[in-house]
């Protein structure tokens, strides 16, 4: 791994943004004596002290759990002097800062009060969510979801897509003679996307192509050109299919993440959904929601009944 120290400093401490938007510093002060540091316990050994703040083994391993897969990689003899050097300077830092009673600015004691604020509220919905992304929750959304799903088909299709129907029927005709050779006809003729590759689309399925293409595509037997170009926004097509083959439903294994992140966002949701239901809110003059539109909006009386 190529230059530790500054992809660490880099990822550590991202101070740039923070330091832009800071006011002025007030002139320093004497920093306020530390009281004695209590003895260490055991099995958490003190690894250094900044200003009498001691940072500790755990505080370095918890760090260390907070790193990115990648670099958690990297051997222990180098990672924990970078780690700690980090830790000894955000420590220096914030003494200083709190030196220069910056903890007492409005607008940092406002953004204070924001990061915690943030902090919380990602700790309970996470609290809230996490039974829902366990590996037996997991297994069971997928039983209930996918794993009875039938399979799916998809097909290999060429296409030649021109400009206008004329050249396209002009095409469908040229490749309909005996021998012809639909995939050189569409390096010659096509305007399209793979026409170097002879109008080759791959393998695709339902839902992946705009559905003027493909409710034509999957019409067609393997080998079969449709019998009339099909019109798109993007032009005319002469479409050929290839080849069709079924599809198995996904295993567990390869649905896992993405049944994880359907989990965490509905979680969230009803949860979201759940905790603002049960709160007291109480909006005041200036602060009413917007009305959401109806289908009257905009709409006219119907005419008055005569009177009989």
Request: without cysteine; proline residues 11%.
């Amino acid at each position: 791994m190529r230059r530790p120290a500054l992809f660490l400093a880099a990822l550590l401490l991202p101070a740039g943004p923070l330091l832009a938007q800071a006011p002025a510093p007030p002139a320093p002060q004497v920093p306020a004596a530390q009281p004695p540091a209590a003895a260490a316990p055991a099995g958490d050994p003190v690894l250094a002290r900044v200003d009498g703040v001691e940072i500790r083994e755990s505080d370095l391993e918890a760090e260390i759990r907070r790193l990115p897969d990648e670099l958690r990689n990297v051997p222990p003899q180098m990672l924990r002097p970078l780690l700690l050097d980090q830790i000894i300077t955000q420590k220096a830092i914030v003494a200083a800062a709190r030196a220069q009673r910056l903890d007492r600015e409005p607008e940092v004691q406002a953004r204070i009060r924001r990061a915690e604020e943030e902090t919380l509220q990602q700790a309970l919905l996470l609290r809230e969510v996490q039974p829902l992304i366990t590996e037996e929750a997991l297994r069971a959304r997928f039983t209930r979801d996918l794993a009875s799903r039938p399979a799916e088909e998809e097909i290999r299709a060429r296409h030649i897509l021109v400009p206008t129907e004329a050249e396209a029927r002009a095409a469908l005709a040229e490749v309909r003679r005996p021998g012809a050779d639909f995939a050189e006809v569409a390096r010659r003729r096509s305007t399209g996307p793979g026409s170097r590759e002879g109008g080759d689309l791959g393998f695709f399925k339902r839902g992946d192509m705009i559905p003027e293409f493909e409710q034509v595509a999957f019409t067609l037997a393997s080998g079969e050109i449709a019998a009339n170009p099909v019109r798109t926004q993007f032009g005319w097509h002469v479409i050929k299919v290839e080849e069709r083959r079924p599809v198995p439903p996904p295993s567990f294994d390869d649905s896992r993440e993405q049944l994880r992140q359907q989990a965490f966002e509905e979680g969230v949701n009803a949860a979201v959904e759940r905790i603002r239901a049960a709160a007291n809110v109480e909006r005041l003059a200036g602060g009413e929601a917007p009305r959401a539109p109806t289908l009257l909006d905009g709409a006219t009386p119907p005419p008055a009944q005569p009177r009989r």
